[in-house]
């Protein structure tokens, strides 16, 4: 990389809500023409940090330098003002709203409320050509994908005139191609010498993409390193503070074991390839984790559905234990002791308003332990006591079992559910991307658990988009593509090339 010069100084920056420091003295530097990530676990101070840089937070100690001039930054409309844009991991676009009219929210140009729409609109043009940024300017923002929002969402910045782009888990909802087209915009930025601040969990697109590494743990700064003189070990060593082996898991066959769900020629909607399911037969034994490996979109969310009793088949038979399923009902597959870990943990695994103890008992409410009148007075003693066994044991970090698990983490929210999944013994697990989103420490835990829980004799189905994650946990690969079963594998050094092309349809 070649330094042109520093744009950015944080310099000794704290933030203390009460007595507790979310950041404690942290010094970081971001050169002009260059992607500085900032890598650490959920929790280790990196939104408080950049939440402080756009004006949201102000420090309780600290200073903020810009192309060597102090600044006091007091609002994001300040933040902007000087150059500063940030896409948020959720994005903050008015969906009502035209991808044109959300850009131009805030128009430095209007005058009083006239805005020359004909010559933003060929400003948007030039830069959105410049950038490789692809947009459909007429669209409204319910009309187009996920990538498309995210490439709104830094027009927007550059619209604004941001210099320095903070882009927060820019990648965790993008597909695979995706994901390398924001990579390509991102060096075209860089390359025009503008900066990034690149937030991720995941170690192969901060290797990818990074020039300097900065990681943060527990609120503090323990190093910053150039890429080319680490790898994947050590960041992941400096991020946990302790070593970390290689892959761990041995893996198992569990063929001769007791069959705990078996789908037999299961069609769903199968006309629509990426939302469909086409004569689809798999098993899954007990005591093992079978992986499906494919790019997100390709029956995946069906089948989770259909093994979790959300949706029925329209064809074939899906089997629990040895009886066939004739009514498809969440509740009934929750008394057949299927578990489920959702691929959204806020929309479909957590009532985010309700306190972390509520949702631990949320499927055991009419259980003598917890009510009496099967739910109708709920124990709320026995309740608090449960939950602060739960969180002591799944390791959840929170002040209070009655916060809301809102207020919470993405992977203490996580363990919030993967407490309520496991406690209640299934006999199968089905998983979908339960590691999305989360930094390498829970996502640990997750591993740990999902192994735990099979040498309890669980069987698991395991659905995520992350390769790794398929070939590091799985005993069984399968690999799923436009809804159909393409090949079968063992876990136990796997073909990886011919998993890859098959993931293709090849």
Known sequence: MRSLGELLRMERISKRFGSFYANKDI???VNRGEVLTLLGENGAGKSTLMNILIGLYQPTEGKIFLEGKEVRIESPSQAVKLGIGMVHQHFMLVEAMTVFDNIILGDKHAKGLFIDRAARRKEIEELSAKYGLDVQLDKLITEISVGEQQRTEILKALYHGAELLVLDEPSAALTDIEVEGLFAIMRKLIGEGKSIIFIS??????????????????????GTVN????????????????????????????SGAEVVAELSHVDYDKEHKHSGVNDMSLKIHR??????????????TQLAQLITGVIAPQSGSIHLKDKQVAVFDPNAFIADNVSHVPEDRNAQGLIGDMSIAENLVLKATDQPQ???????LLNKPAIHEYAEEMVKKYDVRCTSTEQTVRSLSGGNQQKVILARELESQPSLLVMAHPTRGLDIGAAGFVHEQMIAARQRGV???????????ILEMSDRILVCFEGQIMGEYSGKNPPIEEISLAMTGK
């Not at 995941?202 to 300097?212: A, F, G």
């Not at 890429?227 to 290689?246: F, H, V, W, Y």
């Not at 005591?287 to 995946?300: M, R």
């Open 227 to 254: 890429r080319a003189d680490t790898d994947g070990q050590k960041l992941a060593n400096m991020m946990i503070g302790k070593e970390l082996s290689e892959s761990q898991y041995e893996k198992k066959d569990a």
């Open 201 to 222: 969990h995941k170690m192969r697109e901060v290797l990818h993409i990074s020039d300097r590494i900065t990681v943060l743990r527990l609120g503090e700064v323990v």
């Open 459 to 469: 069987g698991i189905l395991l659905i995520s988009a992350d390769f790794d994650e």
């Open 370 to 376: 917890f009510s009496k009148g099967h739910g109708l």
């Open 287 to 300: 005591g093992e984790i079978v992986g499906i490996a494919g790019v997100d979109g390709n029956g995946q």
């Open 27 to 29: 010094t970081l530097t």
